[in-house]
């Protein structure tokens, strides 16, 4: 069976399980911190719709130019594993600002501290992973990608759980310092990793991906979809109901349907084409957004939990690998480039909501809009590409 052979390879490969350990903690730590960012701004700091997404969206433009700038340039970098880690020191001090913010500006300098470096941090784990299974076992390179990208979605939920306990136990303090440590962990972990350099060897060009600016725009919708609902569904779903340590168990009922998928969904891209599968994903994802947008009730948010965590997988396993590999001779750019698309879409996300007055279902309007024109722009490249290789086989 090729997954089981498959992974009892990337088990055997040295170096691999301190990728995933590093991937996997830092996970753990970003999502103990993730459902209740929003709602701590909000009720613990009493800042306004527009101020909270000002926040996130300064931030977050202050880490596009970093990750991008550094994109450009980690490729004639051989030794990547120190940009990580001054990141990750970087942003736990941007952390411990955070947390003692009493108002709008303390915040803002916080998490701009804090958010600004941590795209170097993704960007640069996955260019050394690609380095890394190139040089071992380029045979299972991309969906060991995969793999990775699923240990982050684990130790992302792991940290769900633990962040809607210790909020809990210990309320918003002991959630910003449980970020923190997943900081600290990660910096731990990647100190005993033995980096493989970058060599200068061409890329095996079939491995490639065609550049496609229209692809690249329809990705980023469908990420400034997903942006929108990583903002405002803690919001709209506190609105609602009430209950914010609800909404960690509601993204944490993802984690094993998303490991599942995840290496599910790398054999279909194989099989059918990363093109196709991320139709797929879209799909999963208008129908997600329409339950939102409808203001079902609880239980209905909890079932269509799984159906999201397939449009989840496709959108950042899946697609990371296809931008990954239209840059297939610079991994450091093309992880990179996947970043600032990733968070440009952010930047974009947090706004658009900020347009509908409150904050209610009728925000998914947006996201519902977002996937269906990504859709089309996805469906008319597959055509047109069909197209070609037909008039081509008809000219043999």
Same mark, same amino acid.
């Given at each position: 069976?090729?997954?089981?052979?498959?992974?009892?390879?990337?088990?055997?490969?040295?170096?691999?399980?301190?990728?995933?350990?590093?991937?996997?903690?830092?996970?753990?730590?970003?999502? =103990?911190?993730?459902?209740?960012?929003?709602?701590?701004?909000?009720?613990?700091?009493?800042? #306004?719709?527009?101020?909270?997404?000002?926040?996130?969206?300064?931030?977050?433009?202050?880490?596009?130019?970093?990750?991008?700038?550094?994109?450009?340039?980690?490729?004639?970098?051989?030794?990547?594993?120190?940009?990580?880690?001054?990141?990750?020191?970087?942003?736990?001090?941007?952390?411990?600002?955070?947390?003692?913010?009493?108002?709008?500006?303390?915040?803002?300098?916080?998490?701009?501290?804090?958010?600004?470096?941590?795209?170097?941090?993704?960007?640069?784990?996955?260019?050394?992973?690609?380095?890394?299974?190139?040089?071992? $076992?380029?045979?299972?390179?991309?969906?060991?990608?995969?793999?990775?990208? $699923?240990?982050?979605?684990?130790?992302?939920?792991?940290?769900?759980?633990?962040?809607?306990?210790?909020?809990?136990?210990?309320?918003?303090?002991?959630?910003?310092?449980?970020?923190?440590?997943?900081?600290?962990?990660?910096?731990?972990?990647?100190?005993?990793?033995? !980096?493989?350099?970058?060599?200068? !060897?061409?890329?095996?060009?079939?491995?490639?991906?065609?550049? #496609?600016?229209?692809?690249?725009?329809?990705?980023?919708?469908?990420?400034?979809?997903?942006?929108?609902?990583?903002?405002?569904?803690?919001?709209?779903?506190? !609105?609602?109901?009430?209950?914010?340590?609800?909404?960690?168990?509601?993204?944490?009922?993802?984690?094993?349907? !998303?490991?599942?998928?995840?290496?599910?969904?790398?054999?279909? $891209?194989?099989?059918?084409?990363?093109?196709?599968?991320?139709?797929?994903?879209?799909?999963? $994802?208008?129908?997600?957004?329409?339950?939102? %947008?409808?203001?079902?009730?609880?239980?209905?948010?909890?079932?269509?939990?799984?159906?999201?965590?397939?449009?989840?997988?496709?959108?950042?396993?899946?697609?990371?690998?296809?931008?990954?590999?239209?840059?297939?001779?610079?991994?450091?750019?093309?992880?990179?480039?996947?970043?600032?698309?990733?968070?440009?879409?952010?930047?974009?996300?947090?706004?658009?909501?900020?347009?509908?007055?409150?904050?209610?279902?009728?925000?998914? =309007?947006?996201?519902?809009?977002?996937?269906?024109? %990504?859709?089309?722009?996805?469906?008319?490249?597959?055509?047109?590409?069909?197209?070609?290789?037909?008039?081509?086989?008809?000219?043999?």
């Amino acid at each position: 069976m090729q997954l089981k052979s498959d992974f009892n390879l990337f088990l055997r490969i040295k170096g691999a399980g301190y990728l995933l350990l590093a991937i996997l903690i830092y996970g753990i730590g970003t999502g =103990i911190l993730a459902p209740m960012n929003a709602v701590y701004l909000k009720d613990h700091l009493g800042l #306004s719709k527009g101020e909270i997404a000002s926040i996130f969206s300064i931030s977050l433009l202050l880490n596009m130019i970093i990750t991008l700038s550094v994109g450009i340039v980690s490729d004639r970098i051989k030794e990547k594993k120190p940009i990580p880690m001054i990141a990750a020191v970087i942003c736990a001090s941007g952390l411990i600002i955070y947390m003692h913010a009493d108002n709008y500006i303390e915040a803002l300098t916080g998490m701009s501290i804090a958010v600004g470096p941590s795209g170097l941090i993704m960007g640069q784990l996955f260019a050394m992973a690609r380095n890394h299974f190139k040089k071992h $076992a380029e045979s299972i390179m991309e969906i060991a990608m995969l793999w990775l990208r $699923a240990g982050y979605s684990v130790g992302f939920f792991m940290g769900l759980l633990f962040g809607a306990n210790l909020y809990l136990i210990t309320g918003f303090q002991g959630v910003l310092w449980g970020n923190a440590a997943g900081f600290a962990g990660l910096f731990l972990l990647l100190l005993f990793y033995s !980096e493989v350099k970058g060599t200068n !060897e061409n890329a095996d060009i079939k491995a490639g991906e065609p550049f #496609s600016l229209a692809m690249l725009i329809a990705l980023l919708m469908l990420l400034c979809a997903d942006a929108i609902r990583g903002l405002y569904l803690p919001l709209v779903f506190n !609105e609602r109901f009430g209950r914010p340590d609800l909404m960690s168990y509601l993204w944490s009922g993802q984690a094993v349907f !998303e490991l599942l998928f995840m290496t599910l969904t790398g054999y279909w $891209a194989a099989k059918f084409g990363s093109k196709s599968i991320m139709v797929l994903g879209g799909v999963c $994802a208008l129908v997600t957004y329409t339950v939102y %947008a409808l203001a079902s009730p609880l239980a209905l948010f909890f079932t269509v939990q799984p159906v999201y965590s397939l449009s989840i997988s496709i959108l950042y396993g899946v697609a990371m690998g296809y931008v990954q590999r239209m840059f297939i001779n610079h991994t450091g750019f093309g992880a990179s480039l996947y970043l600032f698309i990733s968070q440009a879409a952010s930047l974009i996300g947090y706004l658009l909501p900020v347009l509908i007055q409150g904050i209610s279902p009728t925000i998914f =309007i947006i996201p519902i809009t977002l996937v269906m024109v %990504a859709l089309v722009i996805i469906m008319n490249v597959l055509y047109k590409e069909k197209r070609i290789l037909k008039s081509g086989s008809l000219g043999r």
